[in-house]
């Protein structure tokens, strides 16, 4: 059995991979940050290196 320890910002424009420990959960989806976690609201990026994900 195979344990996952990292996956995908559960945003669709996100490119970030986290790591579940250090994951943002909300409604049950790990989220890199703030930023993905809320939606964009503001318009926002994530802020991480080679990313530019927005709403």
């Known amino acids: 059995m195979t344990t996952v320890s990292q996956m995908k910002c559960a945003?669709?424009?996100c490119?970030?991979?986290?790591?579940?420990?250090?994951?943002?959960?909300?409604?049950g989806?790990?989220?890199c940050g703030e930023?993905?976690?809320n939606g964009h609201t503001n318009g926002e990026c994530c802020g991480h290196t080679g990313c530019d994900c927005h709403a």
């Open 11 to 13: 945003c669709k424009s």
């Open 15 to 27: 490119l970030c991979v986290v790591s579940l420990s250090d994951a943002l959960m909300k409604d």
């Open 29 to 31: 989806k790990a989220y």
């Open 35 to 37: 930023a993905c976690a």
